[in-house]
């Protein structure tokens, strides 16, 4: 499987502020993805980083205010803009392979904290 | 609209004991429901199924899919502390690695 580096781990920003999210792989993956988990739910997708293209966004999130980016097959970043208490989540960025059936697996995780 | 239900929402047993987490889904294209253990922020990848019937093992963890009836059962033998986390269902429904995720079991194992 794939080593997968998140950074930062966690933050505490200040509503209003932006928060740039770095993923990292240890190898070329074809399809890179950002979930949030809010506290004490499951995960929800965000959106699909695709290279060499714009990102493809799920129902109920926009690009303002999360912007993605997809510069090459091992790294992408994803920023969480005007923060809100509401943003207080843990992002997770996950990398699956092509084809049917491909295990997806997850990086380390970003908690972030808006006061 | 897609959607995965996972049944019980919170266990606690004795270590030793084995338990049985349940995880049903209804989809629109179903490709394959994968199984997830998280302890703290990351979750661990478990098993990717996609055929009915055909028992997926590692150590004490087993996990079976019945299309049919549209669920998934995971299965803890000999439960230890350390099993303790929340246990996620997901499901690809779209073909496009897109997963949803159901609520979670969290399990907690008594020494």
């Known amino acids: 499987s794939a080593v997968i580096s998140q950074k930062p781990s966690r933050d505490i920003c200040q509503r209003g502020t932006s928060l740039t999210i770095q993923c990292q792989v240890d190898?070329?993956?074809?399809?890179m993805f950002w979930y949030r988990q809010q506290p004490g739910q499951s995960l929800t997708l965000i959106a699909t980083?695709?290279?060499?293209?714009?990102?493809?966004?799920e129902s109920g999130f926009v690009i303002d205010k999360f912007p993605i980016s997809r510069p090459n097959l091992t790294f992408s970043t994803l920023t969480v803009s005007n923060m809100s208490p509401e943003d207080s989540s843990i992002y997770l960025c996950?990398?699956?392979?092509?084809?049917?059936?491909?295990?997806?697996?997850f990086g380390p995780g970003t908690r972030l904290t808006v006061t | 609209e897609d959607k995965v239900v996972q049944s019980p929402l919170s266990l606690v047993v004795h270590e030793g004991d084995t338990v049985t987490l349940n995880c049903s889904y209804e989809?629109?294209?179903?490709?394959?429901l994968l199984w997830y253990k998280q302890e703290k922020k990351a979750p661990t990848f478990l098993f990717m199924l996609t055929s009915s019937g055909i028992e997926k093992k590692s150590g004490r963890l087993s996990s079976i899919l019945d299309k049919k009836e549209l669920f998934s059962i995971l299965n803890i033998t000999a439960t230890q502390t350390g099993d303790s986390a929340v246990y996620l269902c997901a499901v690809d429904s779209q073909g496009a690695q897109k997963l949803v995720f159901g609520q979670g079991t969290r399990l907690t194992i008594n020494p």
């Open positions: 190898s070329q993956v074809t399809m």
């Open positions: 996950s990398v699956g392979g092509g084809g049917s059936f491909y295990e997806q697996y």
């Open positions: 989809v629109t294209n179903f490709r394959s």
């Open positions: 980083a695709n290279q060499g293209s714009e990102a493809t966004y």
